[in-house]
Structure formats: C-alpha cells, structure tokens
C-alpha cells in the first residue's frame, strides 16, 4: 500500500518528510521550482529522494499553444530527469503560453480533431525525447468552446490511442467541471481506460456564486470522496493529495491520505 500512497511536497510538510514516513511511498514535485536550481532546493530534493519516490508535475509544458513546442524547456527537462529518474513527469492538457509571453493560468482549447491531431505530434516529440510516457492532467476549467468537438475526456481518451501517453485523473478536477458545465463526472469516466491512469490527484475546492473554484485549499469533499471510491475499487492506482493554499499541519493531511486508503478498501 506505501507504493500506491503519495503526497504533494510542500516546505510546510519537510519535517515530517524529510527522514522517510512509514506510510508515504512517493512525493509530487512542481518540476519549475526545482528545474533551474542548483543550490539548496536541489539539494533538498536528493535528501528525499533517498526515501522516496519522486514524480515531477510540471505547469509549463503549454501543451496546446500554437508554437510547436519550447526546446529549451524540453532539453532542460530531459537533464533534470535524467539527473534524477523521477517515476513519472507529468503536466496538464491546456495551453499557459503563447509567443514569448506567459500566463498564470491553465487554460482550455477546444476538444477538436485538428487539435488532437496537433497534439498528438507534440506528444510524440516530447516522448521521444524525454524516453519515457508523457503523464497528462485533465483540466479544471471555467469556460468552455463551443467550437469542441468532443469531450475532454474523450480528447483524452483518443490521445492515449495515438501515442502511449498516459493520464494523470484530478478527480477534484472532474468534480468542479461537473458543476461549473453540468456534466456527469462517471459519465466521462466511461471514455477512460484506467489501465492508462498513472496517477491520482485529491483535493479540495470552494463553490463561489457562479463556480466551483479549483483552489486545492480543502480536504477533498464528499463528491470527490465518492469518486475515488468509484475508481479505486475498480483499480489501485498510485494516488496524492495535493494542498497549496491555507496548508493546514501535516496532521490533518495525513488524516485525507488515512480516509482515501481506506476508500480504497486498506486500513492500517
């Protein structure tokens, strides 16, 4: 069950971490905070990985931008990995970046053939390079293209088919485009083969007037919990909780890591 079991690194939580933690097999890492640094937080990063696992999770791929791809990123990347043999690299299915000019946010595209097939090229690019299965992340989102053609999900899917990726299942993504678009979270599972899932994320977000709001603020709600409890029981699968903003002690995250195993159908 260690295996399976991963958290989101965040600084708050290294001295729990940082000697090895009897239930906790791996760690997330944001890939942009640690890529460029050569000084303590790399340092940081081989002391964990000493007890650890490592999975790199990246915000800057820009997957679906319309320039071919950032080769200095990608060379850059492949050293960082190579370097560190993390056992997955993920990043998410969205473009952040177009012409030089970058934003702080993951943004949708439309769910099209064009598209697919735009990105399927990359994928393989990306693949062939980095010499491992590019990991992608459904997306939370608050607007939507009427010019898609199919769903995420589906988009998902068919990438899958065209290239060996694998996906990386927020199912508090899931959650909150549920309620922001109206769609049914189990019926968009059906286009998934889990035997594609590499990775779970949990977590937590708000309901505002008008959306749900991905913050990752919270513990997971009830509507996620009955998600993983859908999936996990069809599947083990290596899952994380992710908090990054009013992180709370290191206690009360491993109270949702203790709920999810046992979900999952473990108990300690």
């Known amino acids: 069950m260690k295996e399976l079991t991963g958290l989101g690194y965040r600084a708050p939580f290294h001295a729990d971490l940082i000697n090895g933690h009897p239930e906790i097999g791996w760690l997330e890492i944001i890939t942009e905070n640690y890529l460029w640094d050569k ?16 999975a790199f999770h990246g915000v800057s791929l820009s997957l679906a931008a319309p320039e071919e791809f950032d080769n200095k990123y ?9 370097e560190l043999k993390p056992t997955r690299v993920s990043d998410h ?37 980095l010499k491992r299965p590019l990991v992608i992340e459904n997306l939370s989102a608050y607007i939507a293209s009427s010019k898609s053609e199919m769903s995420e999900y589906a988009f998902l ?43 779970i ?7 505002s007037e008008h959306f749900a709001i991905d913050t990752h603020s919270k513990a997971p709600n ?17 899952f994380m ?10 206690s009360e995250v491993k109270r949702s890591l203790d709920q999810a195993r046992s979900l999952m159908g473990y108990h300690l």
Not at 201 to 207: Q, R, S, V, W
């Open 39 to 54: 000084g303590s937080r790399r340092k940081r990063l081989e002391r964990l990985r000493e007890n650890y696992e490592l």
């Open 74 to 82: 990608l060379s850059e990347l492949k050293v960082f990995c190579d």
């Open 93 to 129: 299915l969205c473009w952040s970046s177009t012409g030089g000019h970058f934003w702080h946010d993951l943004l949708p595209f439309p769910y099209t053939e064009e598209n697919l097939n735009r990105l399927v090229s990359k994928v393989l690019i990306w693949q062939d390079k």
């Open 157 to 199: 899917a068919a990438l899958v088919a065209k290239t060996d990726c694998q996906i990386l299942l927020d199912l508090n993504n899931m959650v909150v485009n549920s309620k922001n678009f109206k769609i049914d979270p189990y019926k968009e599972l059906e286009h998934i083969n889990l035997n594609s899932v590499a990775q």
């Open 201 to 207: 994320h949990l977590a937590g977000h708000i309901d």
């Open 222 to 238: 009830e509507a996620t919990w009955d998600l993983w409890q859908f999936v996990s029981q069809k599947k083990k699968i290596p």
């Open 241 to 250: 909780i992710e908090w990054d903003e009013e992180i709370p002690s290191f």
